[in-house]
Each structure stands twice: as structure tokens, then as C-alpha cells.
């Protein structure tokens, strides 16, 4: 029988152990929050308005210590909206942000851990269509640069009263818009009736270019012309000045062929004749 009791002793011995280990652990007046966290310390679902830091602290036993990270942090919301022209928008918008320390405390009780699923998402449609509602697609794209400031100070406001101050918006960022399909089978369009008005554009240039061309070389050859007859007219015109009597005379004996007229005419002038 002796074993029957040493077994009885082991198993009240480790029952006791496992008792006083549940309760060191329930009231084990030590916490750690990691770095990069706030500790939120709630006893019996009352928040302690002054959050733990980061480190070793002591709570009060039964406390539950909740971490709040107050890095900064990435969320990603989906955007669908209308355009003023009414176009469908679809986008993606990043938001980096941060919980404040000295609010994570008043963050948790007011809104709780899950404050992205509940603030972010909403904000978000809110402030996406309300800023899209005032540019047209086409604007949306060529000024977005614009349209993305608008946005991202809106959400901010949004956030900041949502959050109680709770919540730090540091950037937001939008990824490219997406359209609908009637919208961009109207951009393609509009690309290939740029590209045809273009070509023609180029096409009339380069005629009116050729046209210029063929006209200065008209004109070049007219000019060479004209300059061709000047220059042949003041030739025979310094020609005539030239002629003297003398050449004439000269001219006619070399052409004459010896034979004395058959008729004169009174006062014709007699051929010379040649003496042998």
C-alpha cells in the first residue's frame, strides 16, 4: 500500500504546483512591452489613461497589458468612384501613418485594435469620391499631381477627426487610375485621330514645302533667263556701237564677188572696182 500513498503525494504536489504557477501567472506583477509599442493596461475592462513604454514595468496583478504599435505603418485601401464626367475610377490608395504615444491609450478605448479595418476603408471611399467628383477623367490624369494633394489633405482631416488626434496621416500615395472600358476605347480613339490629324499636318507641310521648292527653282530658271537675254542684248548693243562706217565699208568688199550692178540708180553709190 506504501506506493499507493507516495503516488497520492506526487499528484497533490503537482496539482499545487500547477495551481500556484495559474496563479503567479495571473498575478505576476511584471510586463514587457516589445519596442516600437505602447502598453495599454486594463484592469477588469477599465483603461489606464497613461500607457506603458517600451521596456520591463510593473502593473497591477490581473491587469492586461495590450500592445499598441506606434511605428509607422502601411495600409492599403481600394477607391471607386465616379468622375465629374461620369466615367468609372478605380484606384488603389496607400496611406502611411502612425498611432501617437501619448494617445494609444485613448485610441484603444475609444476606438479598439482593429481602428483600420474601422476608420481607413471609410475615410477613404469618402474622401476618393468626393475629390474625383470634381475633375473630369481626362483631368484626373493630367493633373494628378493636383488631385493627389487634395486627397491626401482631405483624408487627413477625415482620419484626424475619426481618431480623436489619435492617428497621424504622414503620406498617402495613389496608384495609377483605371477606367472604364468606354473611357478607354475613347482615349484610343482620340490617340489615333491625333496621330491621323498629325500625319496630315506633315503631309501638308511637306507639299507646301516641295511646292516653295519647285517655285524658287522656277524662278531661278526665269531669272537666268532673263538675265541670258540682257546679257545677249547689251552684247549686240556694245556690238553696235562698235560699227563705224569704215567697218561697213570694209564688210561690203570683203562680201562683194567683182560684178558691177547691170542698173544703178541716180545718185547709188558706184562699186569699187578693182584695178589690175
Known amino acids: 500500500m506504501e506506493p499507493v500513498v507516495d503516488n497520492r503525494k506526487w499528484a497533490v504536489r503537482s496539482v499545487i504546483g500547477l495551481v500556484a504557477a495559474i496563479a503567479l501567472w495571473i498575478l505576476w506583477p511584471l510586463a514587457v512591452v516589445p519596442a516600437g509599442h505602447m502598453g495599454v493596461v486594463t484592469l477588469f475592462g477599465k483603461v489606464d489613461p497613461v500607457p506603458l513604454k517600451p521596456g520591463l514595468s510593473v502593473v497591477v496583478p490581473l491587469s492586461r497589458v495590450h ?7 502601411k495600409h ?7 468622375s465629374k464626367d461620369l466615367q468609372s475610377v478605380h484606384t488603389t490608395i496607400t496611406a502611411n501613418f502612425n498611432v501617437l504615444a501619448s494617445e494609444s491609450a485613448k485610441l484603444y478605448s475609444e476606438i479598439g485594435m482593429n481602428y483600420e479595418d474601422k476608420l481607413f476603408d471609410g475615410a477613404v471611399q469618402e ?4 475629390i474625383t467628383a470634381n475633375y473630369t477623367a481626362e ?4 493633373k494628378r499631381e493636383q488631385v493627389t494633394g487634395e486627397i491626401t489633405q482631405l483624408f487627413k482631416e477625415k482620419i484626424t477627426s475619426l481618431s480623436g488626434g489619435s492617428i ?10 483605371q477606367f472604364g ?3 478607354n476605347k475613347a482615349i484610343e480613339e482620340k490617340q489615333v485621330a491625333e496621330q491621323t490629324a498629325l500625319k496630315a499636318s506633315r503631309d501638308l507641310e511637306r507639299i507646301k514645302i516641295e511646292a516653295d521648292q519647285a517655285r524658287a527653282t522656277a524662278q531661278g530658271k526665269a531669272d537666268a533667263t532673263i538675265m541670258e537675254a540682257k546679257a545677249t542684248a547689251e552684247a549686240f548693243r556694245l556690238k553696235s556701237q562698235q560699227i563705224t562706217e569704215n567697218m561697213i565699208r570694209m564688210a561690203a568688199i570683203e562680201h ?3 560684178k558691177l550692178p547691170t542698173y544703178m540708180g541716180a545718185g547709188a553709190p558706184v562699186p569699187f572696182i578693182s584695178v589690175k
Open 168 to 177: 497621424k496621416i504622414d503620406a498617402v500615395f495613389i496608384k495609377n487610375f
Open 181 to 183: 472600358n468606354a473611357f
Open 256 to 258: 562683194w564677188d567683182g
Open 127 to 130: 474622401t476618393f469620391k468626393a
Open 76 to 82: 492599403d485601401s481600394k477607391g471607386d468612384a465616379a
Open 139 to 142: 483631368e484626373l490624369i493630367k
Open 67 to 73: 500592445h499598441i504599435n506606434v511605428q509607422i505603418l
